[in-house]
């Protein structure tokens, strides 16, 4: 199961994530969000369990935990909608400009 986790302190570290979740079961991965401009933390991550029932145990724990006067939000990753997700490219069918050789003023 993979979980989102908001309301990080910006201090925290993939490491200080893993050992959060571990201590409620095996951790396959965990990463914290890191903005590619500034090199620093967004204050949110993920983290990947492979057992359901100990994923779930650990967000129940988690879920409003204080972290240096942070309180946790830990919940099951859900994927963004399609209309929100960013980036694509590609051809969509939109005029994309040109000369047609009519005036459009």
Known sequence: MDIYVGN????T?????????AAHGEVASARVVIDRMTGRSKGFGFVE????A?????????????????KLRVNESQ????EER????GFRGRDRGGDRGGSRW
């Open 54 to 70: 100990q994923a779930q145990q650990a967000i129940d724990a988690l879920n409003g935990y204080d972290i240096e006067g942070r």
């Open 13 to 21: 570290t993939d490491d200080d994530l893993r050992g959060l979740f």
């Open 86 to 89: 960013g980036g694509g490219g």
């Open 49 to 52: 369990m492979a057992d359901r």
């Open 8 to 11: 990080l302190p910006y201090s």
């Open 79 to 82: 994927p963004k909608p399609r």
